[in-house]
């Protein structure tokens, strides 16, 4: 079974073999794949001004194999809503410590979509949500494509817009706060039928973590998990 696991510059040498293919891959999947080309950079390597130590980075890892990754920036530095899209966000900029801005979620295209287990995207969005009540967060900013809006409503994630959709490349991009709470954390788990917590936080015993709900009562979803 794939874990998903919390990679932040204290714990980062222990993953430091992962963090090429990583940036490959965002190449592959970016570039290559979604024809985002303002991210093309020498080297087969995607990678922004964002990627600073200060980024978190959650990695799906499958037997030694990254299948899935998603990156975390707290709101006080800069952000691609602060720096790249601030027209997106028409009220007050989100410069807070208990809110950090998500992006690059990706799952390699052989993982997508599967039915053997929950989903690798669903592990990805339980995951970060239980981090971000571990470290006391209480949102998450998000400029995404708007065809998320119905999938982050069906599993249970509550967007606010920040703005109104915006044409951009071909693509209907917009600009949201999603809450990090713990209901939504208990139903993505119940969803996704987990009975304990999503992360490994190897490396990290020195963070103090909140307490996450009890979630160890959660029957297992009588339905097909989530799709
Ligand atoms: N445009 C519109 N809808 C999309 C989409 C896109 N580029 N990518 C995914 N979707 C939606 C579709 O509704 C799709 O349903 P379909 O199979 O009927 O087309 C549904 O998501 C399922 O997507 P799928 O890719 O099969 O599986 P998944 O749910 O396991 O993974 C992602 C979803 C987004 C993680 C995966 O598609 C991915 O890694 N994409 C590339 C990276 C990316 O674009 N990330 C988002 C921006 S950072």
């Known amino acids: 079974m794939y874990e998903i696991h919390v990679v932040r510059k ?21 570039v290559k794949q979604r024809k985002w080309m303002a991210l093309d950079r020498p080297g087969g390597r995607e990678m ?17 194999q990254l299948i899935g990754a998603m990156r975390a920036l707290p709101t006080l530095l800069p952000t691609l809503m602060s720096d790249i899209f601030p027209y997106l966000n028409i009220r007050e900029p989100i410069r807070r410590p208990d809110v950090y801005e998500l992006s690059r979620i990706f799952v390699i295209p052989e993982r997508r979509g599967e039915h053997a287990g929950p989903r690798v995207e669903m592990l990805l969005l339980t995951a970060i949500m239980e981090y971000g009540i571990s470290i006391g967060l209480t949102g998450f900013s998000i400029v995404l494509e708007s065809w998320w809006l119905p999938r982050f409503e069906r599993c249970g994630w509550k967007a606010h817009p920040l703005g109104l959709p915006r044409e951009m490349d071909g693509m209907s991009v917009l600009a949201v706060l999603v809450d990090c709470d713990h209901t939504t954390w208990k139903s993505l788990c119940g969803q996704i039928g987990f009975t304990r917590p999503t992360l490994s936080w190897h490396g990290l015993g020195g963070i103090t973590r909140r307490a996450l709900p009890d979630i160890s009562t959660l029957l297992p979803p009588t339905a097909q998990p989530a799709r």
């Not at 204290?10 to 970016?30: G, K, M, Q, T, V």
């Not at 600073?52 to 037997?63: K, W």
């Open 10 to 30: 204290d714990n980062r040498h222990l993953y430091e073999r992962y963090f090429d293919p990583y940036f490959r891959l965002r190449h592959d999947i970016y």
């Open 48 to 64: 922004d001004q964002f990627d600073t130590e200060d980024a978190v980075y959650l990695f799906c890892i499958d037997n030694g």
